[in-house]
């Protein structure tokens, strides 16, 4: 057999392989899709739960969830519901649909708080909250919603192995809620709303004293209240630049070595220069 023959040959076979192949696995995925429709179609409780926790260890999670859904109703009140309604939530977990998995999870804390899954239920309502939590510039609801669920969840689990995790997410967040009051702080300021910015900044304080911003929110709010002093009307500039000295004080006590001394130092001047021509002003009068 010469060269070109055997190359042919070996085509055939090659293509021959393929479609066998393409065939088999076309039979396979047709009985499987068939089979999938019987247990759908079934009223056998038994045999649902079973391929509903098979097609979940395989990672079928779309096919699980969808079982787990017709068997939700139906194992109400048997010894399988907490399982059932434990991975109902936990398929859609998978899915990564954080908003109806912490829903179902939330549901399971309430209706099934005896079952051996409840710990891990109310750990898993707090981490749905938890990536759900968007970026500092937008509404926090599920961060707040995260923080309580985690807070509760060391409350009532404090022998948990997952307090650090639990303590190291709380942690995150609240920086997140830190940089959010710092953003919505700076931006008054940025627009010369030196009113708003000064109730903002000290918002910032009192909510977050420990903040990694502080400086900066102290020097801003200094800067506010010397600004605003400066653009007020005469009946109101003596006592708003008593508010920037008394704000110097403040920030100097706390950041003697700031970067900003030299601008706080020169608003300072200006202020307390200001009280003494207006004092004396009055004495003379």
Do not use: W
């Not at 399988?80 to 434990?86: I, R």
């Not at 605003?228 to 110097?248: G, M, N, P």
């Amino acid at each position: 057999m010469n060269f070109s023959k055997k190359l042919y040959l070996c085509a055939m076979l090659t293509n021959r392989f393929h479609t066998a192949l393409t065939i088999l696995l076309t039979t396979f995925i047709t009985l499987s899709c068939s089979q999938y429709e019987k247990v759908i179609k079934s009223e056998d409780v038994n045999l649902k739960f079973s391929k509903a926790f098979y097609f979940y260890n395989k990672g079928d999670y779309i096919k699980a969830g969808t079982l787990f859904d017709q068997l939700a109703p139906l194992t109400r009140g048997t010894r399988m519901a907490d399982s059932v309604f434990f991975y109902q939530a936990m398929a859609q977990y998978k899915l990564n649909d954080y908003i109806i998995a912490g829903h179902y999870f939330n549901n399971f804390t309430t209706v099934y708080e005896n079952s051996k899954l409840v710990q891990e239920a109310a750990y898993m309502e707090a981490y749905c909250y938890y990536l759900q939590s968007p970026r500092p510039e937008l509404d926090q609801v599920p961060t707040y919603q995260a923080l309580d669920a985690f807070r509760l969840y060391m409350i009532k689990y404090p022998a948990s192995p997952r307090v650090a995790d639990c303590q190291r997410i709380l942690k995150e967040l609240n920086e997140k809620l830190m940089e959010k009051s710092f953003l919505a702080a700076r931006l008054y300021y940025n627009l010369n709303d030196y009113k708003a910015s000064i109730v903002a900044l000290n918002t910032c304080l009192i909510e977050f004293p420990d903040s990694k911003y502080r400086e900066v929110i102290m020097f801003m709010l200094l800067k506010s209240k010397y600004l605003l002093a400066v653009k007020s009307i005469h009946s109101k500039q003596t006592e708003r630049f008593q508010d920037t000295v008394d704000e110097y004080y403040s920030f100097i006590t706390e950041f003697p070595e700031s970067k900003n001394k030299k601008e706080a130092d020169d608003m300072y001047h200006v202020a307390s220069e200001y009280i003494k021509v207006t004092d004396k002003e009055l004495t003379n009068n």
